[in-house]
């Protein structure tokens, strides 16, 4: 397992308590550790292992369903629907060319129009349901997107803090936010088959936003994080786990934000292992962005330490996802 100290396990609780002295300390960790993988592990989230179960169990309801019922709500990456297995590889966006990844994922995201038509095509499209075939599905997931959305500002305010930055340093931009919820479904071999030399159920790259928030299950075809051997990583190891927590991994536009004060933490999910071919996981991979066309503008030096050019979210994030898309 990777040293806590690397991947640390990081309690809300006590920012959450009010206490100066407890909320410096903190912010002072969660800096620490975004600066070495860009994870950390986060309980007192407030998020019950219900809540999320249920989420999950309703979700495998869709998955189970024969491919031609599902085919109905097929999309591309970006879409608001159902992602078959192959239309997506994680690792083209960073250039390493692996075959297509092995999951399948329903997506839903942030729906309410802002009235511009260009921005809302995209960004706020109207979310699909299956409502004849899994009908609980939309009541459970919008709770859920719900309450991750007020855990995603609080953890952003503790970024803030961490960087020594006034508390609305990044929530004064999520007054109308993009966010997106992949509920990632990976079955065994006995579904996808025999992986393929370098396939991988997620290849390895960087998440594009601001902050993810993960709620996975412990399997050994799972999660790895790459560590730099120059912070004492061995390279891909498999991440900690704690079925209490959330774990939280920062972005390549948070990245910038920060002048890579904080590193976009590069990871992977596995095939399923020859040890456990039939495993079947399910991941609920909350993205948190930014409002549409937010300008990201580096942190100066000395909290910065590259002068990074402005980026356009928007531009940036849709360029990512059509790298990731497959034919």
Known sequence: MPDSTRIPVIDLAPWLSGDAAARAETAAAVDTALSKA????????????????????TARRFFALPEEVKQRYAVSVGGR????QG???NGYSEGTETPPDLKESWTVGADR????????????QPNVWPEQEVPALREVVERYLATMRGVADEVLRLLAAALGQPEDFFTRHTAHPTYTLNINWYPGTHVVGEPQPGQYRIGPHTDFG??????????????????????GGAGWEDAPYDPAALTV???DLMARWTGDRWRSGRHRVLPPSPEAPAEDLMSLVYFYECDPHTTVTALPAPLGRVAHDPVDSS?????????????
């Open 38 to 57: 860009g994870f950390l592990l986060l309980t007192g989230h407030g998020v019950s292992r219900e809540t999320r179960e249920v989420v999950r169990s």
């Open 81 to 84: 629907g159902w992602l078959g």
């Open 113 to 124: 129009p802002t009235g511009d038509t260009a921005t809302d095509a995209f960004w706020f």
């Open 315 to 327: 531009a940036y994030l849709k360029a990512k996802l059509d790298s990731i898309t497959v034919g």
């Open 210 to 231: 601001t902050v993810t928030l993960l709620d996975r299950q412990h399997g050994k075809g799972g999660l790895q994080v790459y560590v730099d051997p120059a912070d």
């Open 249 to 251: 991994n920062i972005g």
């Open 87 to 89: 239309a997506e590889a």
